[in-house]
T-cell receptor, first 117, second 112 residues
Framework: DTEVTQTPKHLVMGMTNKKSLKCEQHMGHRAMYWYKQKAKKPPELMFVYSYEKLSINESVPSRFSPECPNSSLLNLHLHALQPEDSALYLC????????????????FGSGTQLSVL | AQSVSQHNHHVILSEAASLELGCNYSYGGTVNLFWYVQYPGQHLQLLLKYFSGDPLVKGIKGFEAEFIKSKFSFNLRKPSVQWSDTAEYFCARMDSSYKLIFGSGTRLLVRP
């Protein structure tokens, strides 16, 4: 299994809603990431978890709250979002943060397309 | 801050044409470079990466890239493109905190 699975694939929510994005991998990877990708823009890093601990928060607003319940799961809890938060949210994982070895790479999920009304 | 630049935002080619997409990286720090591809409606996939050693890196699907230190470049090449290569291509660099910093991307359209 070399997949990163994200659910849901599409999500429409109002500004007062609370929702969660889920990400799962069973490759034994110990680093997991959330990226945000606006249309026609490159992915931008939001959070990095390493060994289930938050290691990087790219100054993301608190209305985005990540959670790593175990080494296979990564959640992104959403609350009181704004329309400008509409984007594709990508989860990724890697064996470790450093991506050092020749065979090391970042595996991306297909993303959750989020629309905030 | 470490960064990468992709100056070609849109490229249109006919099938069998040769491809070269530009990527320049900023001076400073360890240089770890990547090319990712995003096919329409699909997730990002790694094409190739450079950490050290041979500056000519071979990737999947017939792609290669050459690390030229003197030019701060890591251009992506393919001798003969196919319609199925239509996608968006991102150059990326790992910074000193092990974060991947992506370039703005190049949209490639290959006409049959």
């Amino acid at each position: 299994d070399t997949e990163v699975t994200q659910t849901p694939k599409h999500l429409v929510m109002g500004m007062t809603n609370k929702k969660s994005l889920k990400c799962e991998q069973h490759m034994g990877h110990r680093a997991m990431y959330w990226y945000k990708q606006k249309a026609k823009k490159p992915p931008e890093l939001m959070f990095v978890y390493s060994y289930e601990k938050l290691s990087i928060n790219e100054s993301v607003p608190s209305r985005f709250s990540p959670e790593c319940p175990n080494s296979s799961l990564l959640n992104l809890h959403l609350h009181a979002l704004q329309p400008e938060d509409s984007a594709l949210y990508l989860c990724a994982s890697s064996q470790d943060r450093g991506l050092f070895t020749t065979n090391e790479k970042l595996f991306f999920g297909s993303g959750t397309q989020l629309s905030v009304l | 801050a470490q960064s990468v630049s992709q100056h070609n935002h849109h490229v249109i080619l006919s099938e069998a044409a040769s491809l070269e997409l530009g990527c320049n990286y900023s001076y400073g720090g360890t240089v770890n470079l990547f090319w990712y591809v995003q096919y329409p409606g699909q997730h990002l996939q790694l094409l190739l990466k450079y950490f050290s050693g041979d500056p000519l890196v071979k990737g999947i699907k017939g792609f290669e890239a050459e690390f030229i230190k003197s030019k701060f470049s890591f251009n992506l090449r393919k001798p003969s493109v196919q319609w199925s290569d239509t996608a968006e291509y991102f150059c990326a660099r790992m910074d000193s905190s092990y974060k991947l910093i992506f370039g703005s991307g190049t949209r490639l359209l290959v006409r049959p």
